[in-house]
Nanobody, 111 residues
Framework: VQLVESGGGLVQPGGSLRLSCAAS????????MSWYRQAPGKERELVAS????????VYPDSVKGRFTISRDNAKNTGYLQMNSLKPEDTAVYYC?????WGQGTQVTVSS
């Protein structure tokens, strides 16, 4: 079982990034998939989640309306589309599924 994130990088405030989470060893769509982030000196926090069957999504107020979680079942891959990025979005972003964590991808929002 493995989750591999990609797509992080440096972006200016107001910019966009799309993170990917490629799953192997299990079917991602059968389980709730989540994205978390952890900034230096802070606890890891949930930024998006989508359930398996109904596809219900959950976002905290800090990212609601700016971030969108999705899945491509054919590719067994999850995504996090991040728009209108702010400096406070700077963190390492992790995906989670089937009780497993990816290695994380760094997102830095700075001018």
């Amino acid at each position: 079982v493995q989750l591999v994130e990609s797509g992080g990088g440096l972006v200016q405030p107001g910019g966009s990034l799309r993170l990917s989470c490629a799953a192997s060893g299990f079917t991602l769509s059968w389980y709730t998939m989540s994205w978390y982030r952890q900034a230096p000196g802070k606890e890891r926090e949930l930024v998006a989640s989508v359930t398996s069957a109904g596809g219900t999504t959950v976002y905290p107020d800090s990212v609601k309306g700016r971030f969108t979680i999705s899945r491509d079942n054919a590719k067994n891959t999850g995504y996090l589309q991040m728009n209108s990025l702010k400096p406070e979005d700077t963190a390492v972003y992790y995906c989670r599924g089937y009780g497993n964590w990816g290695q994380g991808t760094q997102v830095t929002v700075s001018s």
